[in-house]
């Protein structure tokens, strides 16, 4: 069983969870159908639980330990040591009020994930935001909300980058169309300090930005933007995070991952190098 990894989100853990007791029903050639039976619940529950989708109640899991062979004391401690970890709630469910039901997740995911690697098309990516640019971005996307409201939805976005303060801070590759990088969000001033943080960023060991130039023309990213994560247990599949107008996908099948993976190397494979992206970073800066 795997124990609690430092840096691990709840969200994470969930998965993992989910992922451990689909293996042991699957070992004993149990149904979803009869597993659910078990906890007085449906086939449907116990797919969200194995998909680590709803939090976990310490009789069902430990009920379902036992429909699946584990008597072991000490087997069945580590799993429901998990069980207590994954429902703790994230530092994030404090910004309920401003953030999507889509997007906690991603935020979950985001605080455990040991790499991530993301294309952004239309802004720079949220990680990498200063403080007015983020304002600006947020003010332009929610038209009718308050100051105060709007402030909230910054101070969040500012909590996430805190990721890249720990001593296990995750691997962060960025691959950002020049487009997003040209386009004046919250005027001239903001754009040039955001660019310049951008070429402070390029210092931490931890961060790579490349920029998808126009001069390439058309590829193979087109589509928009997504990230891909991947996670320091083996035992949780990367996941590839697409967002859209009001929701968002979240894919761990093995052939979407791969194929978002082989757009990711195509598109780091003709962007620019570290170098000619701080060249061409002081370039665009110097036109605002």
Known sequence: ?????????PTALRILLGSQLRKLREAKNVTREEAGHLIRGSESKISRMELGRVGFKE????????????????ARSAVLDLVATANEPGWWHRFNDVLPTW?????????AAARIRTYEVQFVPGLLQTKEYARAVVTAGTAGIGAEEIARRVDLRLERQRIFERPDAPVFWAVIDEAALRRPIGGAEVMKAQLEHLIDLMRQPSITIQIMPFSFGGHSA???????????????????????????????????????????????????????????????????
């Open 59 to 74: 009789r069902d899991v430990a009920d379902l330990l036992t429909l699946y062979g584990v008597v072991d004391q000490q």
């Open 222 to 288: 087109e589509g928009g933007a997504f990230s891909v994560l991947r996670f320091p247990d083996p035992d949780l599949p990367d996941v590839v995070y697409v967002e859209q107008l009001a929701s968002a996908l979240y894919l761990d099948k093995r052939e979407d991952v791969d194929r978002y993976t082989e757009v990711m190397e195509r598109l780091c494979a003709v962007s620019t190098t570290p170098d000619e992206t701080i060249g061409l970073l002081r370039k665009i800066a110097d036109e605002f």
């Open 103 to 111: 997007f906690q997740a991603y935020v979950g995911l985001e605080e």
């Open 1 to 9: 069983m795997t124990q609690n990894q430092p840096g691990s989100g």
